[in-house]
Every structure is written in C-alpha cells, then in structure tokens.
C-alpha cells in the first residue's frame, strides 16, 4: 500500500507543494488539513438501489505521458472502497465515522503509475441491513478527487464507468443452532461464475456502464459535489473531514497450518504452502491453526471444481459437542463454529478470493464438498490488519509467566484496535465507553501516542443526545446508552490531560462533560445519593447468585454504587475545569460531589461490618462499591487499607474471583472491573498485593489463551480488550511508572514489586524513553533508574521520596 500519511506529509514538508491551496483549516485535535473546496462528484450506479446490499465496481483509464513525481488523490465511499491502480492493491477505507464526520483517505499513486494508460479501480460496497452495527451510512457512493490540477483527470464524474458486481455479496448468517451476540458484519458469498474477473482491465463489458450522480432524487445540477464538514449542503449527507489516523497495516502473515484432515485428500499437510487436489464427489475438511489469534484478511486461490462448495468458517477457539471451548489448543474432534464465507468455484484457473472486510480467526476450517470436477486448493494468504502502532515499552521480569502475561495482553489489544478501538474484533467490533477508556491507557502505557485516543474520546463526545449524554458506544446505527459509561468518558478525558501535554483538545472537549454532569444531576436525590437511572446502568459482567439487578436498589430506587462512579466523574471534572475550564462549573461540580459523598456514607456504611453496601437496604455488598469508596476517599484515609484487606481476603479464597467466602457475601469483580481493583490497592497503600489478584492470567495461560477473554466461566470472545489492562497495570503499578502531573510533565516512579526479585522496564514519553531496573535480595533492594533529557520528577519507595532529573541514577532501597 502506498500512502501519504498525513502527519508524514507535514514532516516531509509536502503542503502546501503538494496540498496547496485545498486546505482550508486544521482540525483542533487531529492537525489535519481540511479541503476548502470540492470538485469530484459523490458516484454510484444510474439504475441500481442504493440503499440495499450492493457490490460495486468502478474505473476509469487515464492517459500519462510521464510519470509524476506525485500523484495525491483523496478518497471515500458509502459503505467502504478498495482501491487498486493497474491492478495493484492501493488501499481501502474509510475509517469509520458518523455522517457529520465521514472520513476521506489520502494516497499518492505516484509508485504505481506507468507511462501511457493506467487504469484506476475500486471495489465498493455496501452490506446494507447485514452491515455492522458500527457502519453508518446514507446511501451507496464513490468519490475520488485529484489533490491539484494535475491530478484532476481522477476526478469521480460521469466519465468513470460502473458495473454492479452479483458474484461477491454479503452473506446472511445461517441458523446452525448456536447463538451469540453478533454486532459485526456478515459473512460474504463468492459466486465465480457470476463474478467479473475482469473488471480491472482497461476494456469494459455488457455490464459496465457510465456512473451517474449518487444523489439522483435531486433536481440540483450541481448536487452531489463533496463538501467538507461545515460547508452548507442541503444535496449532500457526507460532511468529509480527512482520516486523522494512519492506514490500518496490511501486512502478510501466517494464515495457519493443517491440523486436522476429514475425508481423503493427497498431501494435506502441505497446504496452504502448496497446492492439494480434492478429487470429484469428495467431501473433505482441512482444520488450520494459527497458534494465536489474529485479525486479517484471508485470501484462497483456487483452480477448477466447477459445481463444488467451499466454506471458510473462522473461530477463535474450537467448540465440543455441547458447545463449550475448553482448552483453548485442543483440537481433537472439535468444531470450527462461527463467521462463514461461501464459495461456488465456476471451473476456471487461478481464482482468487479475499474478504472485503476482515476476519477474526485463529481456526479457519476449510469444507470442500466438489461435484464432478476435482478442486484444487492452490493456496491460502493472509494479510494482518490493525492499528500500526509503533511498540516503546518494555516489561521483563524474574517471572516468566508475568511476561507472558503482558504480552498476550498487548496482542488482545492490538486486535482490538483498528479504525476505532474495539470491544471484540470477533463478535461486535463496537467502541464501547468503559472498554475503551482502558484501552486508551494501555495506548499511552505501550505507545506513547494518543491519535487513536482522540479518536475515541471525539466520537463519544459526538455521540451525546439531546439529553446530554454520550452512547455507549460509537460509531453506531443503533443507539445504546449505558449512562455509567457517560461517566467513564469523563475519566477518559482525564486520563488524556494527565498523559499528553495539549490541554487545548482538553478545552474543545470539556463542554460535553457538563452536559452529562448536569444529566446525572437531575436524578441527585436530596440526601446525595442518585436515584435509578433509565436505560442499562452496567457496571460490571457479573450474574448474582440470586439474579438481582446488578447495581441493586433500595425501597427509594437509590444505589450508591453507581454514585461512586458519579462521585467519581465529578472528581475529574472539578480538576479539568479548575485547569482548562470555569471555576463557575468546578463551583457547581463540588456541591454537587460534597452532598454525593456525604450521601453514600450517611446510607450505605454499614460500620457493624465495616464495609460499604451497595445500597441503604444494606442487603448487598460488592467489591465494586468498596473499591470506589476507597479510590475516590469516601472511606477516611485511616480505613482504606483495612477495607482492601477484607476484599482482598476474600477474593484470595475465592474459588473464581466473581464469588467469595465470608460474611457478608460480597459480589466480586470480574476482569473488566478488576482494574479499579488494582487503582483502589494502590491507593490503600497495597499496591504490593497487586500481584496476588492475577491467579485467573496465570490460569488463562493454562487453558492455551492466546489473547484474554470477556468474562468468567463459558466465555463468548476470546479476545476482550478490557481483559487486558494487566500490561498497563505491570508498567504502572508494578514498574510504578506514571505521570507526576498533567501533560506528563514530570514523572512519579513508584514500583509494587511484591513478591518480584528483578524487573526491568521502559515507558514511552515525548522526550524520550524511561527506563528502570530493579533487584531485590535478601530483603535489598536496588534500583538502576534512567530519565530523558529534561524530564524530572520523583522515586517513591516505602514513603521515602527521592528526586529525580534527567540521566541515570543509581538507588539503594531499604
């Protein structure tokens, strides 16, 4: 793929040589430029519906007599678009957004271009009712705009041709008697003898025919011309704002190898590597296993077997008789159950099938049933695709499986991060506030960077309803409130004042929190305490033994748990507008925070147990609850640590970290909320106990995980980011590395080594990277601590407090 990153342009000094006059402004937060004017033409097919399942096809050939040094173009589509020049595979997009915010995509084509004709395509479509939640949308539509002049020959008008395309469709999922929640997109269905395969020619066919306007209801010539965000358009759906992020990787990986073979085919261990025949009227299956998971675009060649049928069933783990995975590496006579792609081969040589969108798999189960023709499977491929980021931190230590820990929870990561972060890349591939705000330290822990960061906390800022609440999740078509999460967007935006140094992207987005603030407000009882709130206040992935609610309630529909998160949210908000924003709201947000903590205490400390009940019923306890009351200081400082130790305590002799022993029962966390788990340790002063609470990471290990799960038990994903807050936890709290102030200003270095002999670590920050290293012996500890040029700030270990300035120091620690 041949790219003009846009940071990359600025740094190689391209605009204005090359941007020139298009741009128009800079997006406060993404330092992107913004086309000030448009000539290419929103395109689609003159006669097909727009708004159902569509596969398009477009080209147009241009004439070149040199080669240019550049040849920038801009590029969308409603849904999304491949783009190839002479055959070759640009790029595709666009990352995904809301229509007020529909991205565009910049390539310089330069590379592929030749002397003479060249020929631009695009494969574009849209999975109509079948399309991701995440995928919103108008219609279907095509846009291509030269950057200057001298590219305006690739303007999308009229003179680029279009061709429906029947033979690659979505495919609906199919009823095979499991059921999960699935929120991506479908399976796809490849047709070979109805399939165009050559449509990337120069030449056309009975099919092809000149693109009209995608917005043809309108009686405005001139309708159709893109817009940029902010420009008046009453034609037109898309206001485009240019991708921020860089393009997703494509990049070649191992597809998988033969495991398992059903029926009889010569050879089978060779493939993919090498081609196997499956003779006529033979039914076969082909098991591949990567050995862990990933995220990426499966591509089979294939030649012959007209009248056979391929499936490609994708699985993060294999399932038994009665649908249950266990060892995540076991095979056996396990099932690939899951996402599904057809294929109908049509007899003809080299075929070739790729996903238009990507795939989730560590199995891919390969059926091949042929009918009087033999198959051959010439190969399999498969190209990476997620996030590139660039990796800076480091984390070993004297425990092998804590390694091992940190980086399959950075693997889980990286799957769950693309266009947007994700909840899932398997099952629904949704930015979920509470997910996500997790996801984002992990970014900062692993990166240092914070583009998809922005990325996030801007699209939930956008997602905000006329009652002044974000969804829970976006982009999204179908809207979902989690008011909880609200909350946690707030602590999102925190996070990004604490970890990166520009407080203006702060200032833009700090007015959405007081509308969710003022909306939270409104359900304040008198005593403090907030009332039950509407749609789903999920808090955390449990199921109570009794299948209560989760928060509970008491007679006056009050719970205290979900104002500890509130009271929480109202603690970074008073510190962000004290900062960047109003001392009027930071007045407001502290009698509002004053009559929540004083509610909680008044109703739900229950000081015959010493603990904090969910409710003024006092008829639940949670770890939840206690935890927040301890982060937030609404237990006094002098009972913090005797708090965390009954959680503690009892989570120890817990038997899977949801239930526990003692009186009174006391609801436990799961994974997700297991990471204000280790903030509330810390806390307490027990950040040394941390360490005890990953007994479930170790058993993942056991299990064959190769990326961490959504929840105890009977997991559905395999692969849940929110799980994976352990590699931020092993920099942060272990290594203890940290910002000391906002914008990472200085920095706080306080290692938790617990039970650890030696650990040695490096952390990203702008002017360079941390570096530490310890050892403990015989009760001696010793630390080799290593800071950038310019950066200061301080090492804590056990109360005793030691500045630190730029270079290597060398501490002695008793």
């Not at 033999?374 to 990476?384: F, V």
Request: charge should be negative; charged fraction near 20%; include cysteine.
């Amino acid at each position: 793929m041949i790219v003009l990153g846009k940071r990359w342009m600025r740094v190689a000094g391209l605009w204005p040589a090359v941007l020139g006059c298009a741009v128009l402004t800079v997006s406060a937060w993404s330092e992107t430029p913004v086309r000030a004017r448009w000539s290419g033409q929103w395109i689609s097919h003159p006669t097909a519906p727009l708004k159902e399942a569509i596969t398009l096809h477009f080209k147009k050939a241009i004439e070149l007599g040199v080669v240019p040094g550049h040849f920038v173009v801009h590029v969308s589509a409603d849904n999304r678009f491949v783009l190839y020049v002479n055959g070759q595979r640009v790029g595709d997009g666009p990352a995904r957004g809301d229509l007020p915010h529909w991205r565009y995509e910049t390539f310089d084509l330069a590379p592929m271009l030749k002397a003479g004709t060249n020929v631009l395509a695009a494969t574009v479509w849209n999975f109509g009712v079948y399309a991701p939640v995440a995928q919103m949308t108008d219609r279907t539509a095509f846009l291509v705009e030269g950057d200057t002049e001298a590219e305006k020959a690739a303007n999308t008008d009229s003179s680029w041709m279009v061709e429906e395309e029947p033979g690659q469709v979505p495919l609906p999922r199919k009823d095979n008697g499991f059921y999960a929640y699935m929120a991506m997109g479908p399976g796809e269905t490849l047709k070979a003898s109805d399939y165009d395969w050559d449509w990337m020619s120069a030449t056309g066919g009975a099919r092809w025919v000149h693109a009209g306007r995608a917005l043809r209801e309108s009686i405005n010539p001139h309708a159709g011309t893109a817009a940029s965000r902010g420009r008046q358009d009453p034609d037109n759906a898309w206001q485009l704002i240019a991708d921020p992020l860089p393009h997703m990787a494509y990049d070649k990986t191992d597809p998988g190898h033969v495991v398992r073979t059903t029926g009889t085919v010569n050879n089978a261990n060779s493939f993919p590597n090498a081609a196997v025949t499956v003779a006529a009227h033979s039914r076969v299956h082909l098991m591949l296993d990567r050995a862990e998971l990933t995220t990426g675009y499966p591509k089979l060649l294939f030649s012959g077997g007209k009248g056979s049928h391929v499936i490609l069933t994708y699985a993060e783990a294999l399932y038994d008789k009665e649908q249950h995975k266990g060892n995540r590496n076991e095979v056996g006579d396990r099932q690939a159950i899951g996402l599904m792609d057809d294929i109908y081969p049509d007899g003809g040589a080299h075929r070739v099938f790729e996903t238009m969108w990507w795939r989730t798999w560590r199995y891919l189960d390969v059926d091949v049933e042929t009918g009087d023709e033999a198959l051959t499977l010439d190969g399999l491929e498969a190209h990476y695709s997620a996030y590139p980021f660039k990796v800076t931190a480091e984390f070993h230590s004297s425990d092998p499986e804590l390694d091992k820990i940190w980086q399959i929870g950075w693997h889980t990561a990286q799957l769950d991060a693309h266009e947007t972060y994700m909840d899932t890349p398997y099952y629904e591939q949704l930015q979920y506030g509470g997910d996500t705000r997790l996801q984002v330290l992990i970014t900062y822990a692993m990166t240092g960077t914070d583009l998809l960061p922005r990325q996030a906390i801007q699209a939930l800022d956008d997602s905000r309803n006329t009652a002044g609440i974000t969804t829970s999740r976006y982009p999204s078509q179908l809207p979902q409130y989690i008011p909880p999460f609200s909350l946690l967007w707030i602590g999102m935006l925190h996070d990004n004042y604490m970890y990166r140094p520009d407080t203006e992207f702060v200032k833009q987005v700090l007015p959405g929190t007081r509308t969710v603030l003022d909306w939270f407000a409104s359900y304040q009882h008198p005593d403090g305490v907030l009332g039950k709130l509407p749609w789903w206040s999920f808090i955390d992935w449990i199921e109570t033994e009794t299948k209560r609610d989760f928060p509970s309630y008491d007679a006056n529909n009050e719970s205290c748990l979900t104002t500890m998160q509130y009271i929480g949210a109202l603690e970074d908000a008073i510190d962000l507008e004290k900062a960047v924003g109003s001392q009027e709201h930071a007045t407001i947000d502290s009698g509002r925070l004053e009559r929540a903590k004083k509610g909680v205490v008044a109703q739900c400390w229950d000081a015959s147990k010493q603990l904090f009940a969910d409710n003024a019923a006092k008829d639940m306890y949670s770890e939840h609850t206690n935890m927040l009351a301890v982060l937030h200081d609404v237990a006094p400082k002098k009972d913090q640590a005797a708090i965390m130790r009954r959680v503690v305590a009892r989570r120890v002799d817990g038997s899977d970290g949801t239930k526990q022993v003692g009186d009174p029962p006391m609801i436990g966390a799961s994974f997700y909320f297991r990471f204000y788990l280790a903030r509330a340790l810390e806390h307490a002063g027990m950040g040394d106990d941390y360490l005890k609470t990953l007994g479930d990471w170790h058993g993942f290990l056991k299990m064959g995980f190769t990326t961490w799960p959504e929840q105890p038990g009977d997991t559905r994903s395999d692969s849940h980011a929110w799980t994976a807050h352990p590699t931020y936890d092993l920099l942060n709290l272990v290594a203890g590395i940290g910002p000391a102030s906002p914008g990472f200003k200085t920095v706080r270095i306080a290692p938790h080594l617990g039970d650890l002999t030696s650990l040695e670590a490096s952390y990203p920050h702008d002017v360079g990277i941390i570096h530490v290293k310890y050892a403990v012996s015989g009760g001696v500890a010793h630390a080799d601590v290593e800071l950038p040029a310019g950066l200061t700030g301080e090492f804590v270990w056990k109360g005793k407090t030691t500045a630190l300035k730029g270079g290597k120091v060398a501490l002695d620690l008793k």
